[in-house]
């Protein structure tokens, strides 16, 4: 059963959804969907866990505002209208800098981290940066469906496989929700960044880790995946085969069980 609720924080709900029952596990989505690209595992943990899926500000049905906020308090105005004080928090891309955010302001309130696909810590790649920028143009020439299909060979497909030798259910899936993004009114760049940086904190973090990455993703996430690893005190990896920036979605049993083995190690 799915229960959905928005919790107000400064201007805007933060719209989120409840999912079984046992100890909280926080999904935190990537950049390019919404709290739908965890589908495929809000009910499998949920058989295990109480899953908490979280639309960011400016993704699926929570507003951004121009007011300055953190994605951090967002989160932490979710667990509080939910009664939990501890919980394990998975983020994948976007979410995982958000993740260890809130582990680094919140170390109480963490049972254990998972990050997945996180790029954090290491400069974007001239050939990303040329990428973004090419987003950029489609979209000011008002070819959305252009910019999309870039961004789903960025993210998706990853930059040594072709479109056809991927998952094509999960990836028209996920090129639906980005096309949603990418059609918004409400992109405010509003969010202020924690201070100091992430990046120069990760020694702080306590909490049992594990780090995940696709072995077709960018560059620049297989450089970050070994270093977040070494540097944060807990962790442990794992690379994941034949799959770029959006594993869950696009070998989602191969996801769940080894979240489901992560976890179920800790206890």
Not at 91 to 115: D, E, K, N, Q, V
Request: aromatic share 6%; net charge negative; proline share 5%.
């Amino acid at each position: 059963m799915v229960t959905t609720r928005f919790v107000r924080r400064d201007d805007t709900a933060i719209a989120y959804d409840r999912i079984g029952s046992g100890d909280a596990l926080v999904l935190l989505h990537a950049g390019l969907g919404d709290r739908r690209m965890w589908d495929d595992q809000s009910y499998a943990l949920g058989a295990r866990f109480e899953v908490i899926r979280i639309d960011a500000r400016g993704f699926g049905e929570t507003r951004q505002t121009e007011t300055p906020y953190s994605s951090v308090n967002d989160v932490l105005a979710v667990l509080d209208d939910c009664g939990i004080q501890q919980s394990h928090v998975l983020g994948l891309s976007m979410g995982s800098a958000t993740a260890l955010a809130f582990a680094l302001a919140h170390p109480t309130r963490m049972r254990s981290l998972i990050l997945v696909g996180a790029g954090i810590g290491v400069p974007a790649s001239p050939t990303l940066r040329a990428n973004w920028a090419e987003v950029d143009r489609l979209m000011e020439d008002g070819k959305i469906d252009d910019a999309n299909e870039l961004e789903m060979q960025m993210w998706f497909d990853g930059p040594t496989r072709a479109p056809e030798n991927v998952n094509s259910a999960a990836r028209q899936r996920l090129a639906d929700m980005n096309r949603a993004l990418l059609t918004r009114d409400d992109a405010f760049d509003s969010e202020f960044a924690p201070v100091p940086p992430v990046e120069e904190r990760l020694g702080d973090i306590g909490c049992p880790t594990l780090v995940m990455w696709g072995d077709s993703d960018i560059d620049r996430v297989q450089e970050a995946g070994p270093m977040l690893t070494q540097k944060l005190p807990n962790a442990k990896s794992m690379v994941l085969k034949n799959t770029a920036h959006i594993p869950n979605m696009e070998h989602p049993a191969m996801f769940n069980a080894l979240v489901l083995e992560f976890l179920s190690g800790l206890e």
